[in-house]
């Protein structure tokens, strides 16, 4: 199969992921690997897709043979640590996350993920540095500001917590999750204004 094939195939399986019609992307790369077993960027979308289908089995098995091929794929080490995120272990994904921030540097989306497995691992505060890049490369990323938003609720940092979570619902204003941290946010500063005046 000659690039060009590869390339359009690639595409085509992109598409299917970004219409959510992960089973058809997974095939459309299947095809490419029939011909092309060493194909490390169909490896990697099957991986991908995989991971969106909750199926983290199979997406293991995809990325691992990915990185196997291409040791220096980023993309492969962030879909790795992303996954074991997804299982919370916290300690493998740190590890290939660190590695795909190495291989490419000031990636917000690996800079989230990373920030976020070091806080989930007790690392809280070297972890709100690495969201607090993420937001300064992706301002209006929902995904960055939410789990920086995250970070600082369960620090009680209510003061940085509670703007971050209005600019998210300003960007998405059906965001669940930004609402719903905003209303325990808002609570629980009620309650320490409340508790201030009463002493």
Known sequence: MDDDKIDELLERADELKRDQKYAQAIKVCEEILAEEPECTEALEEIGDNFISLNNLKKAEKALSKA?????????AAYLLGFLFSCRREWEESINFLE?????????PEILRCLGWSLAMAGERGKGVILLERARALAPDDVYVLTDLGVCYLNAKNIEKALPIFRRVLEIDPDNQKARDCLVIVEEYADKTKSLKRKM
Request: proline share 11%.
């Open 99 to 107: 590695k795909a921030d190495e291989l490419k540097p000031n990636h």
């Open 67 to 75: 990185i196997e091929l291409d040791p220096k794929s980023a993309n």
